[in-house]
């Protein structure tokens, strides 16, 4: 899995198409997708056009999608799994990654809501139980690897114990706000990968990138606060997402260089920030639609 990887979580499928070939153009290698952003069609084009024209070839792409809550039951895993293959237009999928922890009414309503307007959970259906449908798509051939996203150290230690395949990422929110150093301790330990989403804090309120200590750094080493901060991410052993509509924020986005040592301590040391800006690992509401930069 490349370090450095491109969200695809944009709403209109013309800008879709656009924003993930110029992030080919620019040199990311590693594009996360998933059922829930209802735009997985118009990535297969753009691959598929990138891939006839030259540009790269499939096995140099790393394609990373995600299982929505009303498909974990077992029985709906494949059947979701071979959907997004379709519509990827591609005949393997290198990581597949359940969404949330969160299992909701099974059908075709993404979104089931009761009368209340809350959000409807599916009781019969518990998280290992989906997990080991996971692995057993592993043992088919068409999906290389595994994991999790969303999800807290608790629920990771659970899945970890019954685990026949481990996971082989968890994605979860992460960010100098947020570093998840337990978290990624743990997987450290287990050698699972760390992928970090809202990499840059979804440009929400506190502003990472307006923080004293990255904006200093950024003077320092001659870079965007945007690189500085990325460069954390890869620097400390993570894999991080980013996502952008605009080509040139793409493009800084793959430009990014090691920090000096003092950088990095002074990130760990002297931000005292903490806050997650995706409330779905407590609640498992969905519909988070983060503001693209």
Not at 78 to 93: C, G, M, T, Y
Not at 155 to 179: G, N, T
């Amino acid at each position: 899995m490349p370090a450095v990887g491109f969200g695809t979580l944009i709403p209109d499928p013309v800008a879709t198409r656009q924003a993930v070939t110029t992030a080919l153009e620019a040199g990311f290698r590693h594009f996360d997708c998933a059922e829930r952003y209802r735009n997985e069609e118009a990535i297969g084009d753009a691959f598929q056009a990138a891939f006839k024209a030259g540009m790269v070839r499939r096995e140099d792409v790393f394609i990373t999608t995600k299982l929505w809550n009303t498909n974990h039951r077992p029985d709906r895993v494949k059947p979701a799994f071979d959907a997004s293959r379709r519509r990827l237009q591609v005949n393997d999928i290198d990581c597949y990654i359940i969404h949330t922890p969160f299992a909701f009414r099974p059908g075709d309503d993404q979104d089931p809501r009761d009368e209340n307007g809350q959000v409807i959970y599916d009781s019969g259906v518990t998280l290992a139980e989906t997990w080991h449908a996971l692995e057993r798509l592993v043992d088919e051939g068409r999906c290389k690897s595994i994991g999790l996203s969303d999800i807290t150290l608790e629920k990771l230690r659970e899945i970890v114990a019954v685990a026949r395949i481990k996971p082989a990422a968890v994605q979860v929110e992460s960010h100098p706000y947020l570093p998840e150093w337990e978290l990624l301790d743990f997987c450290r330990q287990h050698g699972i990968i760390l992928l970090a989403f809202a990499a840059l804090g979804h440009g929400m309120e506190p502003n990472l990138l307006d923080d004293p200590v990255i904006t200093a750094i950024a003077r320092h080493v001659g870079k965007t606060p945007a690189q500085v901060a990325l460069a954390w991410a890869v620097q400390r052993g993570t894999a991080f997402l980013t996502t952008s509509t605009k080509p040139d924020r793409i493009r800084q986005s793959v430009d990014i260089s090691a920090l000096p040592e003092d950088a990095m301590r002074e990130i760990r040391d002297h931000i005292t920030t903490n806050v997650r800006f995706n409330s779905v690992v407590q609640t498992g509401v969905p519909g988070f639609i983060p503001r693209t930069r």
